[in-house]
């Protein structure tokens, strides 16, 4: 395969500013990532294909990536996906003949490596919206001492851990941390393999599994993911710190307390857990959301408020039709096709993601052309050709402050209605909360 890629760089260029819409990305230790020399990235994988491309998009390097061997049957899209550097590699779910072509995977993967550029791989081998890193398999090791074996180990190959952390991987302006480790010279395993290459290929695996946990939200048992939510959730009205790192470290701490908590079998924390489970029953009954009653909402000026947010609501409505009049078409595609074309909730925000950015590019280019030959006016042309994403970007503003208006709206009529069901809700978020603060964080 090629080391440049034309096409790579030029799909770059179209795709950055959808990531941008999509995702509030943030980066750490970016200075880990070796700005040269063969490196091979290991990370979590929950989000499909919007793993690799978040980190496609924010290195400098063209980065090879193996992706499920599925999407290159047909002959056009595997010609495509061979531009833009995606190695296909095959799983027993996609048949057992398949997997003989992993071989010629192995020996495409080390060849990359071998001429010093960056691979993706995802050494769990699976996708899977989980917050846990899953047992990881023996290909990214494989792959690292093959290639340091051929190179008589004298490449420099690093394994760099990666950890994706998504607040919600489905929701536009969502954020996404991606955290990178320190990076594993394969070197330091030289004597071990020579030795014994199957114990080399377990202890470079567990200590990568191990790094990959610290760039996680790491749950030990799937039973604690829904109050790990839930109470992630409500630490927001706990700090008003909107640093992603400063948050993962936070929430980080959080998960570890649970952990121990569980495993220690702690009574407390049942009950806790419990008390949680209600208090969140009942706001579903009541169809309202914990962001509706944190501190903000509670205040005594609370009427004013959502009577001042109702004027906002009003003036800004009409920028938002016609925002959603010129940018929904392509969106509303997007949507249609993630449920049409995505069997599995990890793919869902992928071909979203794609469809509906190429959609909206198309019917971008259809209103331009429209415009122009309707009017032809250049002047006019340039301010609609500016007007459309600028609207575009007020639509996903002005949508998540509907959302949080008609909420605290939620919350304001229940307070007149029903004065006491409010405060027991209050009472019972105000003892979660101490709690929280007390003894988890």
């Known amino acids: 395969m090629k080391n440049f ?41 929950v989000n499909a294909f919007m793993d690799p491309i978040s980190l496609q998009l924010n290195s400098r390097r063209q980065l090879f990536s193996l992706a499920r061997g599925d999407v290159f049957e047909h002959p056009v899209l595997r010609r495509l996906l061979t531009a833009l550097k995606l190695i296909p590699i095959y799983r027993l779910s996609e048949g057992a003949g398949n997997l003989k072509k992993n071989e010629l995977t192995f020996t495409i993967s080390e060849q990359v490596l071998s001429q010093g550029n960056a691979l993706i791989i995802y050494p769990e081998a699976v996708c899977v919206q989980e917050k846990r890193v899953r047992k990881l398999k023996k290909g990214a090791a494989r792959i690292a001492f093959e290639t340091e074996e051929k190179n008589d180990f004298n490449s420099g190959l690093v394994i760099l851990p990666v950890g994706h952390n998504y607040s919600n991987p489905q929701e536009f302006g969502s954020e996404l941390l991606i955290n990178f480790g320190k990076p594993i010279a394969v070197k330091n395993y030289q004597a071990l393999y020579l030795e014994d290459k199957v114990r080399a290929m377990i202890r470079l695996t567990n200590d990568l599994e191990l790094a990959m946990k610290e760039l996680v939200i790491d749950i030990k048992r799937p039973e604690n993911d829904l109050f790990v939510d839930q109470y992630t959730e409500m630490q927001v009205s706990l700090s008003e710190d909107a640093d992603l790192e400063r948050k993962f470290k936070r929430n980080s701490g959080f998960v570890r307390k649970v952990n121990s908590l569980t495993e220690s079998g702690d009574a407390g ?33 609370i009427g004013f408020r959502v009577l001042f947010e109702f004027f906002a609501v009003a003036f800004g ?55 122009g030959l309707l009017f032809r006016n250049w002047l006019l042309l340039a301010v609609y050709a500016a007007v459309v994403p600028l609207l575009l970007r007020y639509c996903i503003f002005f949508s998540g402050f509907l959302q949080q208006y008609l909420g605290r709206l939620k919350a304001f009529r229940l307070r007149k209605k029903d004065a006491q069901v409010f405060e027991n809700l209050v009472g019972i978020r105000t003892d979660l909360l101490n709690f929280l603060k007390k003894e988890l964080l």
């Not at 799909?11 to 995702?23: F, N, S």
């Not at 509303?332 to 074309?341: C, D, E, F, I, P």
Request: net charge positive.
């Open 5 to 45: 890629s034309l096409f790579y760089e030029l799909m770059k260029l179209v795709v950055k500013p959808a990531m941008r819409l999509y995702y509030k990305v943030r980066i750490t230790n970016r200075d880990y990532f070796p700005e040269k020399g063969p490196v091979l990235i290991c990370g979590n994988h």
């Open 269 to 301: 924390f049942a009950i806790l857990k419990e008390k949680t489970g209600v208090y969140y029953n009942e706001l579903s009954k009541l169809d309202i959301k914990d962001g509706d009653l944190q501190t903000a909402g509670l205040k005594a000026g």
């Open 317 to 371: 409505m009409p920028f938002y039709a016609l925002g959603l009049a010129l940018n929904y078409p392509a969106y509303l595609l997007g949507s249609l096709a993630q449920y049409k074309l995505a069997k599995n909730i990890e793919f869902r925000a992928s071909i979203r993601f794609t469809v509906g950015w190429f959609s909206w590019i198309g019917y971008y280019l259809l209103q331009l052309l429209a415009v």
